[in-house]
């Protein structure tokens, strides 16, 4: 019987020990949710939508090419003066081309001398004189000819500098008698009768505006003002800056607008732009439900979850499941549960929190 008395005590023992240790544990998970958390706040509140948005932006020509040559050859002259408005299709700069002359009066005239030779062969043929091969001799020689007569004039037409659309040109860099390599940037040509203006647009804002609606341009420097439309809007948001690119246009008959300037910019936005609210990014908290945060109500914790959408370091932007008004936790996340006792030691003061985007 001794034998058993001593495995028997260290039993007992081992059991006391376990009910003592549940008991604690027990105890210590009925103080964490009976205790108090002392928090700090954020009260939730809708951004102002405003009115309209400002920026700024820079003006660029409509269209503006840098006019180059096509081949090699010395400059005979060039036509239109630095500065000089030109309309589509005139002629800029004239190459040398008289060696590609004689060569195309060469070609002209065995082009002349094929097309008799096929209409002879041709009657030959028809009088059974010529064979199928002596015809197709004469179309093939005719052809070559007629193939050589379009490459030279092909030659020729790279001599001659045209401008692509009208507008005005910059200065020029070459002389006549010069001698150009192909690829010689000659001048500038640029469209300033309506100028192009690009900005970005703050993803939140993206949906405030259309194609075709009216911004409000401002040179401060100048002192000038003028409407502008807009007239493409980027289909997809900049991943690095989620911002919506634009491009409007302004006339510019006068030519008061530089191209390169920058200038002041006014969008009016559309009154349908939901407002949102932006809170601390450290009050979201993520699991397989998605993100929820907590809100405080009579000394509770409720949990809440939200739709998110903008996210910088530190802010996140709530568009739906928060009112304005709300107070939610931005410390304590990691001991708080739904339901828990919570004391709200300090407010964080948004002017003191930028909330950016």
Same mark, same amino acid.
């Given at each position: ?73 010395? =400059? ?16 800029? &700069? ?48 005719? &052809? ?18 045209? &401008? ?21 940037? =000659?001048?500038? %040509? ?105 809100? %405080? ?12 959408? %903008? ?17 939610? &936790? ?28």
């Amino acid at each position: 019987m001794k034998k058993w008395i001593l495995p028997l005590l260290i039993l007992l023992l081992i059991f006391s020990g376990c009910k003592q240790s549940a008991e604690k544990k027990s105890s210590n998970r009925k103080n964490i949710a009976s205790r108090t958390l002392q928090v700090e706040g954020f009260v939730a509140e809708y951004k102002t939508i405003p009115a309209d948005f400002k920026t700024s932006g820079e003006l660029l020509s409509k269209e503006s090419v840098e006019l180059k040559t096509e081949s090699a050859g010395k =400059l005979l002259k060039v036509y239109p003066k630095d500065g000089a408005k030109v309309s589509k299709g005139s002629l800029i &700069a004239k190459l040398d081309d008289s060696e590609l002359q004689a060569e195309k009066k060469r070609i002209e005239a065995t082009l002349s001398l094929a097309k008799q030779s096929k209409e002879r062969v041709q009657k030959l043929h028809e009088q059974g004189s010529a064979t199928d091969v002596d015809l197709e001799k004469a179309n093939a020689e005719l &052809a070559i000819a007629e193939a050589a007569l379009e490459l030279i004039s092909a030659q020729i037409a790279k001599t001659e500098i045209r &401008a692509p659309f009208s507008g005005v040109c910059g200065f020029f860099d070459v002389s006549p008698g010069e001698w150009l390599s192909s690829g010689k940037a =000659l001048v500038t %040509l640029s469209d300033i009768a309506s100028l192009r203006i690009r900005f970005a647009l703050p993803q939140r804002y993206a949906s405030g505006i259309s194609k075709g609606g009216k911004i409000f341009v401002t040179d401060g420097e100048r002192n000038l003002t003028g409407e502008g439309k807009i007239k493409a809007l980027d289909p997809v948001l900049s991943p690095s800056s989620r911002s919506r690119f634009v491009e409007a246009e302004i006339p510019n008959k006068k030519g008061e607008w530089l191209s390169g300037s920058f200038v002041s910019l006014t969008v009016p936005l559309a009154a349908e732009v939901k407002p949102s609210i932006s809170i601390p990014a450290e009050a979201i908290t993520l699991d397989d439900k998605g993100a929820y945060l907590f809100v %405080l109500q009579n000394g509770k914790a409720k949990k809440t979850y939200v739709t998110t959408a %903008l996210r910088t370091p530190i802010s996140v932007t709530v568009t739906d499941g928060l009112s304005e008004g709300d107070t939610i &936790a931005v410390s304590g996340l990691m001991n708080m549960r739904d339901g828990s006792s919570v004391e709200v030691k300090s407010l964080r003061n948004k002017d003191n929190y930028e909330v950016q985007e």
